[in-house]
């Protein structure tokens, strides 16, 4: 069974940065493909940033691209998204994702909620 513990996300103002982190445990973090996803109160969860099992190719949701950055350190089973420039519009919970390719997710975070103020 593969698990998925978001930690990092907070309050902040617009404009600032938070770093989401996820730590994976119960299989092998290298074969997986890895994902965030954000969800916002009243809307449909959207993924906001994708990356594949070596970390050599990543896909970004438009509103985020150039703000946010997906990374991972495979030595030490986690998963990063680094997010600058946030808006109010960014407030969501965040969810870490898990799967055998960039767009097939089997497992699921809890989620960390991002709130940004204006």
């Known amino acids: 069974q593969v698990q998925l513990v978001e930690s990092g996300g907070g309050l902040v103002q617009a404009g600032g940065s938070l770093r989401l982190s996820c730590a994976v445990s119960?299989?092998?973090?290298?074969?997986?493909?890895m994902g965030w996803s954000r969800q916002a109160p009243g809307k449909e969860r959207e993924f906001v940033a994708r990356?594949?099992?070596?970390?050599?190719?990543?896909v970004y949701l438009d509103s985020v691209q150039g703000r946010f950055t997906i990374s991972r350190d495979n030595a030490k089973n986690t998963v990063y998204l680094q997010m600058n420039s946030l808006k109010p519009e960014d407030s969501a919970v965040y969810y870490c994702?898990?799967?055998?390719?960039?767009?097939?997710?089997?497992?699921w975070g809890r989620g960390t909620q991002v709130t940004v103020s204006s």
């Open positions: 994702a898990a799967g055998v390719n960039v767009f097939s997710y089997n497992y």
């Open positions: 119960g299989r092998s973090f290298s074969i997986l493909a």
């Open positions: 990356i594949t099992q070596s970390g050599g190719s990543t």
